[in-house]
């Protein structure tokens, strides 16, 4: 009896693990990761000094990511300024600080900026949409004497 017990136990105790396992592997969903992994695969464009008007700014709430259409001012490679895009195409300053997690102004790397955190703790990064490279040609597969 006492057997069966603890070989309940351990597997409770393991699929326990399992599931907080599966769900820390898809801890961040949404739109950032997507382009995350588009970024990853593809690679980017340098990303110059200078306004940048079509990016996304991903926030990020309870492991998951929305994104938002804005513009970005990048200087020294870093974001310094960002603008959210309402619906009619006019756009609002988010007028708070916005800085990484060490206090700095987020630097831009592969496309997509660090973390960043605002006064108002709000998480998100802004992502260079226009600075992703585009997919590598493949080769156009053909079939056998049964497709002819």
């Known amino acids: 009896m006492e057997t069966n017990y603890n070989f309940m136990r351990k597997t409770v105790l393991l699929l326990f693990l399992t599931l907080l396992v599966a769900g820390g592997a898809n801890a961040q969903s949404g739109c950032l990761e997507q382009w995350r992994k588009a ?8 990303v110059a000094d200078d306004m940048h008007k079509k990016v996304y700014i991903s926030f990020i709430e ?23 895009e309402y619906e009619d195409g006019t756009y609002e300053l988010m007028d708070e600080k916005i800085l990484n997690k060490d206090g700095r102004p987020p630097k831009v790397e592969n496309g997509i900026s660090e973390e960043i955190i605002n006064e108002s703790r709000e998480h998100f990064y802004v992502i260079f949409v226009e ?13 056998g004497p049964g497709d002819i």
């Open 62 to 84: 309870d492991g998951v990511s929305t994104c938002i259409a804005g513009k970005a001012r990048v200087e020294n490679g870093r974001v310094v300024s960002i603008f959210l």
């Open 131 to 143: 600075k992703l490279k585009p997919k590598k040609k493949e080769y156009r597969t053909v079939g």
């Open 39 to 46: 970024f990853e695969k593809r690679g980017s464009y340098s």
